[in-house]
């Protein structure tokens, strides 16, 4: 019998984490499989948590949250024999909705027992881990701002994207990579892994999460005006057919900046710099899907 450790991040969603552990714990009691859970109160604690259960020889994971949550328990999980699970719990969910992993516990559950795994590629961006899109720029900005006043959700997202937007600068870059030199002016480049944010923005439609390869995304600055169908095109999955999109597959590249910029891994603000060096970690991780 199969044994998971399901790790649940007290502050992701709306649910009270005492009651997701219940449902998790009545829907694994009708199942072939045995479960622990441990709410985890930050990423410090999730660390703790993953390796204390790893040197009892636990191997299988799931991380109930947010894309956050995922990445704090996959950068401990790299290079392992170890496999992660994932039940949707956060703002966004990118990781989770493009490998189509249900929100409903039960119906998670479920998807979880068969143990089928993909073994998928991984970012390094100064030397931070991230498993579904990284950033440089204003979505690295945001993602700085996301959450520091308490809220977290869509509408607090939508809310920080209409007070920043119109003062944002656009960002002169330099990019080294497969031997060839990009100037650009980008006011978000984002870093894909795969192919979208969270609540079905696709900023990469055409990325896969096993192809060794890293989607780049440059986006230029779109009039306040156009916003709006420039969204539409992002959830429809067409932002390749927007003129203020651009993009290149690579595994490796470094990105200079004209000024001092914010970067995010997976959608958690990393601090600022203007060297980047950015590289794929391929077959690094174990996923069930």
Same mark, same amino acid.
């Given at each position: 019998m199969d044994h998971f450790v399901f790790i649940i991040n007290k502050s992701s969603g709306r649910q009270k984490s005492g009651e997701l552990e219940s449902r998790i714990m009545a829907a694994v009691k009708d199942r %072939?499989?045995?479960a622990e859970c441990h709410i985890t109160q930050n990423a410090e604690h999730t660390a703790e948590l993953v390796q204390t259960a790893l040197a009892r020889g636990r191997e299988n994971f799931v991380a109930v949250g947010g894309d956050g949550t995922v990445n704090t328990l996959a950068r401990h999980l790299v290079h392992r024999k170890a496999i992660l699970g994932i039940i949707p719990r956060g703002s966004g969910n990118g990781l989770a909705r493009h490998l189509g992993m249900p929100a409903n516990i039960n119906d998670a559950i479920e998807r979880l027992l068969p143990r089928r795994t993909q073994s998928v590629d991984a970012i390094l961006i100064n030397d931070h881990w991230s498993f579904n899109v990284a950033g440089i720029g204003f979505d690295g900005y945001i993602s700085s701002l996301f959450g520091q006043n308490g809220k977290r959700g869509v509408a607090n997202y939508i809310r920080l994207i209409n007070q920043e937007y119109?003062?944002?600068? %656009?960002i002169e870059m330099e990019i080294h990579t497969d031997g060839r030199i990009l100037h650009e002016q980008v006011f978000q480049l984002a870093i894909a892994n795969a192919s979208q944010y969270g609540n079905r923005a696709i900023i990469a439609p055409f990325a896969a999460l096993d192809d060794q390869l890293l989607d780049i995304s440059m986006i230029s600055k779109v009039p306040y005006t156009f916003l709006p169908g420039f969204f539409l095109r992002v959830i429809a999955g067409k932002i390749h057919k927007s003129r203020y999109w651009n993009s290149f597959k690579t595994n490796r590249m470094y990105v200079k900046t004209?000024?001092?910029?914010?970067f995010h891994t997976d959608g958690d603000g990393r601090g600022i710099s203007e060297h980047f060096n950015v590289e794929l970690v391929p077959s690094c991780l174990k996923l069930i899907y």
């Open positions: %072939p499989m045995s119109k003062s944002y600068q %656009p004209s000024r001092p910029v914010h």
